[in-house]
Nanobody, 116 residues
Framework: QVQLVESGGGLVQPGGSLRLSCAAS?????????MGWYRQAPGKQRELVAV???????NVIDSVKGRFTISRDNAKNTIYLQMNSLKPEDTAVYYC?????????WGQGTQLTVSS
């Protein structure tokens, strides 16, 4: 079993920055094939925002390219999402997820609100 706990969400003004963290316990994250951040805005479907593979290859969706960066710290067993130049349309609940042969786990989510 793996437990994922997100933190770092909050209220930020447009143009601001924030870093989300996803701390994993129960198993080492590097043993999983894929680690990612998803978001769900009110009235919309949950969407993949950024993903990092076990080999360290990253990918982000076009709407956040150049603004968001996903990374991980194997020693801390934590995944991060650095978000810069935030826009109101980035407002959503952000979830982390890890997937692999050992299972598929989600965190509980953290709210990001971008507003002046």
């Amino acid at each position: 079993q793996v437990q994922l706990v997100e933190s770092g969400g909050g209220l930020v003004q447009p143009g601001g920055s924030l870093r989300l963290s996803c701390a994993a316990s129960g198993r080492r994250i590097f043993s999983y094939d894929s680690m990612g951040w998803y978001r769900q805005a009110p009235g919309k479907q949950r969407e993949l925002v950024a993903v990092i593979s076990s080999g360290g290859v990253t990918n982000v969706i076009d709407s956040v390219k150049g603004r968001f960066t996903i990374s991980r710290d194997n020693a801390k067993n934590t995944i991060y999402l650095q978000m810069n130049s935030l826009k109101p349309e980035d407002t959503a609940v952000y979830y982390c997820r890890i997937r692999g042969s050992a299972g598929d786990y989600w965190g509980q989510g953290t709210q990001l609100t971008v507003s002046s």
